[in-house]
């Protein structure tokens, strides 16, 4: 599937959205309290088939309020507990914890919507006094479509970013590519905190890094909250201005990202990356490797060689590829990370560490054998 996502425009009506994230967040806390509760008595997990008939008898009961929001978008956020239960029992994932009313993000739609050039329509329901029944109240949001999407509409999402403005994704069915003239080429990319990426041809990549160089201005908006009082109009308009900053870094990160990996996929007909402890990464440098995103850029590089047809991999975490020599093997087992150049005693072959590293990973996405010593 492939999501398109377009800017809603700033109206008075968008407080209606507020008031539906607000609500489903009241769901999310509830639900997520039961499941404790469930747990406590029982000693076993409740589960999205005894939670969504008992989400029926609280709309007819106690929780009426809840009603004018779509049942399908309700069912949602039950379903969101449960997968965050699943992955936690599995070990993917952390234990679900409850959400301010300003945390929870997205509502998700497969019913009850129609779109529109530049328009979506939502249909939420109302109490009707006079006839002391629901009716459906049809609103219509405006939205920038800058273009247009392909295939067949799945559902649509609206979510609601840090800084307070509203999106628009919608999903569709749309699998089409877009392949690229081959070229004959292949490349594998060394990954580093010096230089951000390293290639097997010898071209080296820079990292604008772009929070290093907002740091006096995230500077200036952090001591702008801090003097505010917690809670007042003042401190809220400071809060949504540190956040409109970070998706500016976020979105020059992103869109560099995007403008590298498209170059690669023009290139290259194969690209060959490795697999790195991010994790353990960021305990020892921290905000410098945030800063680089490289788990980003993989994600935006393999999306890319998906929709140009190209060919993408990416080796081990453990498979050798900074030590051996690309010329004769021989590993050198005396190389620290201050030695940026170094000179085989086997073969006499004097090597870039990065480059070097480049080219074992794209000997390893081609050669199995090599992945596994």
Not at 2 to 30: E, F, P
Not at 223 to 241: F, H, L, P, T
Request: with cysteine; charged share 25%; proline share 3%.
């Amino acid at each position: 599937m492939r999501t398109y996502k377009y800017k809603i425009h700033n109206h008075s009506k968008n407080k209606r959205l507020g008031n539906l994230l607000d609500d489903l967040a009241d769901v999310h806390n509830h639900f997520l309290r039961l499941e404790k509760r469930y747990y406590r008595i029982y000693g076993k997990y409740a589960g999205r088939y005894r939670m969504q008939p008992h989400l029926t008898k609280l709309l007819k009961t106690t929780k009426k309020h809840w009603s004018w929001i779509p049942r399908d978008t309700l069912d949602v956020a039950i379903i969101r507990i449960d997968t965050a239960y699943q992955r936690f029992f599995s070990g993917q994932g952390g234990i679900p914890k409850p959400k301010r009313k300003h945390r929870y993000r997205s509502a998700k739609f497969q019913t009850g919507y129609k779109l529109e050039n530049g328009r979506v329509r939502i249909s939420f329901k109302s109490w009707d006094e006079w006839t002391q029944s629901l009716k459906f109240n049809r609103i219509w949001f405006s939205f920038h479509q800058h273009r247009n999407w392909h295939g067949d509409v799945r559902y649509i999402q609206i979510l609601r970013d840090s800084s307070g403005e509203y999106w628009l994704y919608i999903v569709t069915d749309d699998t089409s590519t877009e392949p690229y003239q081959p070229t004959g080429e292949s490349v594998g990319i060394d990954f580093g905190l010096k230089t951000f990426l390293t290639l097997s041809t010898g071209e080296k990549i820079e990292s604008p890094e772009f929070l290093k160089q907002s740091l006096k201005q995230l500077r200036t908006l952090n001591k702008s909250v801090s003097r505010k009082i917690r809670g007042s109009n003042n401190w809220w308009r400071a809060i949504r201005q540190l956040a409109r900053h970070s998706i500016k870094v976020a979105n020059q990160r992103l869109d560099w990202q995007w403008k590298v990996a498209t170059d690669l996929c023009r290139r290259f007909d194969t690209i060959a990356t490795e697999t790195l402890n991010l994790d353990g990464m960021k305990r020892l440098w921290g905000r410098k490797v945030s800063d680089l995103a490289f788990y980003q850029f993989v994600q935006v590089l393999e999306y890319k060689c998906f929709k140009h047809n190209r060919e993408f991999h990416q080796v081990g975490q453990w498979t050798p590829t900074t030590k051996p020599c690309s010329d004769c093997g021989f590993k050198n087992g005396t190389l620290s990370l201050n030695d940026r150049q170094w000179t085989c005693s086997q073969c006499g072959s004097h090597h870039d560490r990065d480059i070097n590293a480049a080219i074992n990973i794209l000997r390893a996405a081609y050669d199995p054998v090599v992945e596994q010593i």
